[in-house]
């Protein structure tokens, strides 16, 4: 057998003899947090604006009020989104004749935030300006910082002066947990009351309560590897110990060495 490699083959059985095993285990452990998201509030309600103060015909056919809305957080923005029609039997009530704006409907689309607020009116296909004049569909219409506006009747709907008579409300105090939605009335004409059926939509600032959750991943198994097996039998005591690399003993490496031939050769 050739001798060098009888040696190689040695040492390599050495080092697997004197080798520890390494195992990697692969934990991850971190927070994942959870923010809960801006939650949305929803709220149907619904009210009608007409006249407070004054008589038929006086100049004082006015109307206003408040109607309160309670969030159970701050807003960031909101909608208005819903249907209104007008209501005439308050006038007949009075002993008046003047009926044609009963049941004129429309719809209408407001928004809010900080920076500001507007309507979308879309007032239906009616009579606006009296029973003998011809059915009239307005086209939408945007008003700014009013999140409900509309247009009563008027005999002078169809000219430059038909804008006269409304029902609108602007929104009050928003931003926090209360806001008003304030209306407004006014018609010397036809007297109609206006009811508004409405679904209030609000986006509201989220919770900022985290939910941290540990995580952990089970560890791989750990397979040991068999270590290399005994091929020689060392009688320690013909050993001396060597107290460096660089300072062994030049009797015992002749002893190592006779050790070598006689188990390899």
């Not at 029973?131 to 569909?137: Q, T, Y």
């Not at 060597?242 to 190592?256: D, I, K, N």
Request: glycine share 6%; proline share 6%; with cysteine.
């Amino acid at each position: 057998m050739n001798p060098w490699l009888a040696v190689i083959t040695f040492i390599i059985l050495l080092l697997g003899f004197f080798s520890s095993d390494i195992s990697r285990q692969d934990v991850l452990t971190g927070t994942a947090v959870q923010s809960s998201p801006s939650d949305t509030f929803t709220k149907y309600f619904n009210f009608q604006a007409w006249k407070t103060t004054g008589i038929a015909h006086g100049v004082g056919n006015r109307g206003d009020g408040v109607v309160t809305i309670e969030l159970p957080r701050e807003p960031v923005s909101c909608t208005l989104d819903g249907t209104w029609k007008t209501d005439n039997k308050m006038f007949k009530s009075l002993g008046r004749p003047q009926l044609y704006c009963h049941n004129a409907q429309g719809t209408t689309l407001g928004y809010v935030d900080r920076s500001g607020q507007y309507v979308v009116n879309d007032a239906h296909s009616f009579r606006w300006a009296g029973e003998r004049e011809p059915v009239f569909d307005p086209l939408p219409e945007r008003v700014d910082d009013y999140v409900l506006s509309l247009l009563g009747c008027d005999y002078l709907y169809y000219t430059s002066k038909g804008k006269r008579y409304y029902a609108r409300a602007h929104v009050e105090n928003f931003g926090s947990t209360t806001f008003d939605l304030r209306w407004e009335y006014f018609n010397d004409n036809t007297l109609e009351a206006v009811d508004f059926f409405l679904d209030l939509t609000c986006q509201l600032k989220p919770e900022h309560k985290p939910v941290a959750t540990k995580v952990t991943l089970p560890s791989a198994p750990v397979e040991e590897e068999p270590r290399a097996p005994e091929v020689f039998d060392v009688d320690v005591e013909d050993l001396e110990p060597e107290t460096s690399y660089e300072t062994q003993s030049p009797r015992g490496w002749a002893r190592f060495k006779q050790w070598l031939v006689r188990v390899f050769f």
